[in-house]
């Protein structure tokens, strides 16, 4: 049915119109008593897809990736569609409108995306107002999300740091884990933060930050990821492993939209990234051992997909792109599917 729908209508829509529609659908439906708790009983993950992870049981391995929910405004409905977990942003310090439209497009012959955002969001302390208002109902604490921040476009890079900073203060004190994103193609320079160099005192900054904002809070330390690109050289991967294995962050993201093709501005995700993405997890494990959060992301369309990273090493797996193209039931299918091929709790330490 969705099929069909997507075929005859929405394809046939500006991709981000279609993409603000669908979501202020899923949020009005959300509202409605009673449909969060009918959706949840129809679409959560069976038992047996529970894991541990970051000090939480999560009901499932698969969420939903950063850039979907860019300012945390519906983190209920999104998780009441069977996404185990969501993470939201990317979220700046401050609020930017993002690049010029048209900003998004559908490469439907790959079942990809191609998109050049700019990091549009509200900014963090309005993102901070909603986790805060998420976290204070019972049912919003029981919630796991992860928090992805940038770098405002206007902050220079050697004002960074602080930028990122800005951002782990307000946020960290509603986060599960916290992601710094490093590696996004559309924010001018910002992937040259991924030199151990520049990355850094970013990681140093951000870990301060976000200890500072939970130390009265009885809160033990927010887990903290770097986010980071397919196009990085293998070389590349292992320092900023070793940099993460220094530093004692929770682990690693892998991987962001690639430059790498000749389709037209903005970083590809979907279909495309899948085989490079398996390679940067699966090095990223060998790297950083066996206690590392390892969070796979790039390419998964179906179970299989997310199974694969998960024998390549990733302890949780994110999709985005597969959304698009496989509709509200999606991430239910991919969670209940990788239950009946998972033991019935697996535990990795943060």
């Given at each position: 049915m969705y099929r069909l729908l997507f075929d005859l209508v929405l394809r046939r829509l500006d991709p981000?119109?279609?993409?603000?529609?669908?979501?202020?659908?899923?949020?009005?439906?959300?509202?409605?008593?009673?449909?969060?708790?009918?959706?949840?009983?129809?679409?959560?993950?069976p038992a047996g897809a529970r894991v541990q992870v970051f000090g939480r049981e999560l009901p499932g391995p698969f969420?939903?990736?950063?850039?979907?929910d860019k300012d945390a405004r519906?983190?209920?409905?999104?998780?009441?569609?069977?996404?185990?977990?969501?993470e939201v942003g990317t979220i700046t310090a401050r609020a930017q409108p993002?690049?010029?439209?048209?900003?998004?497009?559908?490469?439907?012959?790959?079942?990809?995306?191609?998109?050049?955002?700019?990091?549009?969001?509200?900014?963090?302390?309005?993102?901070?107002?909603?986790?805060?208002?998420?976290?204070?109902?019972?049912?919003?604490?029981?919630?796991?999300?992860?928090?992805?921040?940038?770098?405002?476009?206007?902050?220079?890079?050697?004002?960074?740091?602080?930028d990122y900073a800005t951002s782990a203060r307000l946020l960290a004190p509603y986060a599960d884990y916290l992601v710094v994103n490093v590696s996004s193609p559309n924010t001018p320079g910002l992937r040259d933060l991924q030199s151990v160099a520049a990355l850094r005192p970013i990681l140093v900054a951000v870990r301060s930050a976000a200890?500072?904002?939970?130390?009265?809070?009885?809160?033990?330390?927010?887990?903290?990821?770097?986010?980071?690109?397919?196009?990085?050289?293998?070389?590349?991967?292992?320092?900023?492993?070793?940099?993460?294995?220094?530093?004692?962050?929770?682990?690693?993201?892998?991987?962001?939209?690639?430059?790498?093709?000749?389709?037209?501005?903005?970083?590809?995700?979907?279909?495309?990234?899948?085989?490079?993405?398996l390679q940067v997890v699966g090095r990223l494990r060998r790297r950083l051992g066996a206690d590392a959060v390892v969070?796979?992301?790039?390419?998964?369309?179906?179970?299989?997909d997310a199974r694969a990273y998960l024998h390549a090493g990733a302890t949780l797996v994110q999709g985005y792109t597969g959304f698009v193209y496989g509709g509200p039931l999606w991430a239910a299918r991919i969670n209940r599917a990788?239950?009946?091929?998972?033991p019935a709790t697996t535990e990795v330490a943060a």
């Open positions: 981000e119109r279609a993409h603000e529609r669908a979501f202020t659908a899923m949020r009005t439906a959300a509202a409605a008593p009673g449909v969060p708790a009918l959706a949840r009983r129809l679409l959560a993950p969420g939903l990736a950063a850039g979907f519906g983190v209920r409905a999104l998780t009441a569609l069977g996404f185990a977990f969501v993002g690049n010029e439209r048209p900003r998004l497009w559908r490469e439907v012959d790959q079942r990809a995306v191609r998109n050049r955002m700019g990091f549009n969001n509200a900014g963090a302390p309005a993102a901070a107002e909603r986790l805060r208002a998420l976290r204070a109902t019972p049912a919003g604490r029981r919630l796991v999300v992860g928090v992805n921040i940038g770098k405002t476009r206007s902050t220079p890079a050697e004002a960074a740091p602080g200890d500072e904002a939970t130390a009265g809070r009885g809160r033990p330390p927010v887990p903290l990821l770097v986010k980071i690109a397919p196009d990085l050289s293998d070389d590349d991967v292992d320092a900023v492993a070793d940099l993460a294995r220094e530093l004692g962050l929770a682990g690693v993201v892998a991987v962001n939209t690639t430059i790498g093709h000749a389709l037209g501005p903005g970083g590809l995700s979907g279909p495309p990234l899948l085989g490079r993405g969070i796979g992301v790039g390419g998964i369309t179906t179970a299989d990788l239950a009946t091929a998972a």
